[in-house]
């Protein structure tokens, strides 16, 4: 299953390739997400810094956990996520931050499999809504981090 949401927000690139970076956050902001942890940091030189994470997931009666490789480009501000292992047959999901008028256009890219019928019964039926929620976390964060989008400056193009 494959999804892409674009949004253009009123705060700065970096501003949201900071946000969506500090992984070790999300539990304060992304109510399903219950844990997370992070090990293995790796500095690639030249802004890339790359670690493996695992989330601890709760959505209903679902409690899994999932590992990631997660690759941060502060160069290109890009964020690409990779599994390591969890309920799934395979996921990646990419983050784009890109210099737009209104300040940012943030492009989240989506694609996984779950690994039984089960849990992608489940949670396929949901999954627009909630790719839709998660950015919605990832926006009011900003707001709470850096002001409503009115109070920021993006940077000119």
Not at 44 to 68: N, P, S
Request: aromatic residues 12%; glycine residues 6%; hydrophobic residues 40%.
């Amino acid at each position: 299953m494959r999804h892409v949401v674009v949004r253009h927000l009123a705060y700065t690139p970096q501003q949201l390739f900071d946000l969506v970076g500090d992984v070790e956050r999300y539990p304060q902001f992304v109510p399903w997400v219950t844990a997370m942890r992070t090990w293995n940091r790796r500095d690639l030189g030249e802004g890339v810094v790359e670690m493996d994470t695992e989330a601890q997931v709760k959505f209903a009666i679902i409690r899994e956990r999932f590992a990631t490789r997660d690759r941060f480009d502060s160069n290109a501000l890009v964020i690409d996520v990779k599994l390591l292992s969890g309920p799934f047959r395979h996921l990646r999901n990419r983050w784009r931050f890109t210099p737009h008028p209104k300040g940012v256009e943030l492009s989240f890219e989506i694609d996984f499999e779950f690994g039984t019928r089960l849990l992608h019964g489940l949670l396929s039926a949901n999954f627009e809504r909630a790719v839709s929620k998660l950015i919605g976390c990832f926006e009011r964060r900003a707001h709470d981090l850096y002001g409503p989008p009115a109070q920021t400056s993006p940077h000119p193009i």
